[in-house]
């Protein structure tokens, strides 16, 4: 049979492209893995809860957000990009928050390797869409708390979001406690071994304190203007659970910003030592050089080539000299120590 006589049934369909969703509807029914036109429905009704979550590493996932969603293309550009800026927008229907995740990267030797992705939020009237480029592990949290417990999906898009932004955000904590562990180590090496390399240490933290602030203070300017500002996505009472977050960065800045004072102070405090040991070692180069220099100017004065030279034929003069040599050298460092130079 010919490839024009060939039935219909025999040709296989496109594959539609499948993203993790979940809606809830309005009388409580909590639905999984929707198919492209159940979302459309979903977003066409205007009530429930609708979570579609989006792999941007798929790139017939991306295009949903534009052909099923119908977000601003800079909007979509933003969430896609890996190196977008942690902002707030508002958009007439939606807002797209982006915040960044942090954690130590375990594929590297560093110990102070970040390991960082973004994760985009559309928040609209009745969905939640989240974006992101790689494995995070407050999205994937968040859709194990799901499951076991639906009724976090009754409480609106706005709350799922503060869910997935709380984990995110307490991904800093447990840095802070390395971080901790880290001064603590330096500190001893410093103040108690002085160990010379600790010097690279110190700026390895210092370059991870560093990029910690950069990463968190947009998202402490973002968070606060989604606590303050009046929108109608967001109620007041959602608002009270975004404070908390808001709070919780804030004591992170405040701990990152005691950490940079006090790795500036260790950096001074190792600089001052090292200068202390050279000022100590130079002085005790110089105190042998004073003590030494009669024996120097002596023996070079009597080691001349000259027929009359005092005490030449004097069978103790070589004792004699060696003698007044000590007794000069003594005479030098009795001095200095009547000055307190030593």
């Known amino acids: ?30 639905r999984l893995d929707l198919s492209r ?34 977000f601003h293309p800079l909007a979509i ?27 130590f990267c375990e594929t590297t030797d560093d110990p102070y390797d970040l390991d960082t992705a973004n994760i985009a939020f559309f928040l609209g009237k ?14 994937d949290s968040t859709r194990e708390i799901l499951q076991r417990k639906p009724e976090l999906a009754t409480h609106g898009p706005a709350k799922l979001m503060h869910a997935i932004v709380d ?37 390895a933290v210092k370059r991870l304190v560093l990029n910690l602030r950069r990463h968190l203070a947009p998202e402490r300017d973002a968070l606060s203007v989604l606590t303050n500002r009046p929108s109608t996505l967001l109620t007041p009472d959602t608002q009270i659970y975004f404070r908390d977050i808001y709070d919780h960065v804030l004591r992170i800045y405040d701990s990152l910003e005691t950490f940079r004072d006090l790795l ?3 950096l001074d405090s190792y600089l001052t030592q090292v200068s202390n040991r050279l000022g100590t070692a130079t002085k005790a180069l110089s105190v042998v050089a004073t ?15 000259f027929e009359r030279i005092p005490l030449h ?22 001095g200095l120590r009547w000055r307190k130079l030593l």
């Open 1 to 30: 049979m010919s490839a024009a006589l060939r039935p219909l049934q025999e040709i296989p369909p496109t594959a539609e492209p499948r993203v993790w969703s979940c809606y809830n509807t309005s009388d409580g029914q909590l």
């Open 291 to 305: 003590v030494t220099l009669p024996f120097v100017v002596v023996s070079g004065m009597w080691g001349m080539n």
């Open 313 to 334: 034929s004097n069978p103790n003069g070589f004792m004699i000299l060696v003698l007044a040599q000590l007794a000069l050298g003594l005479a030098i460092l009795a």
């Open 37 to 70: 036109d159940d979302i459309v429905k979903a977003l066409a009704k205007g009530d429930g809860t609708l979570w579609v979550d989006i792999d941007t590493r798929d790139q017939q996932k991306v295009e949903m957000l534009r052909d099923v969603f119908h």
């Open 264 to 266: 500036s102070s260790t």
């Open 126 to 139: 009745n969905y939640l869409v989240t974006v992101h480029g790689a494995d995070t592990n407050p999205v």
């Open 167 to 203: 984990q995110a955000v307490d991904a800093y904590f447990p840095i802070i406690d390395r971080l901790d562990e880290f001064m603590d180590s330096l500190e001893e090496r410093i103040f108690a071994q002085f160990d010379q390399n600790a010097l690279r240490e110190v700026f």
């Open 77 to 103: 550009e933003e969430a896609v990009g890996p190196d977008s800026r942690v902002k707030l927008e508002e958009f007439n229907d939606y807002v797209l928050l982006i915040v960044r995740t942090v954690a």
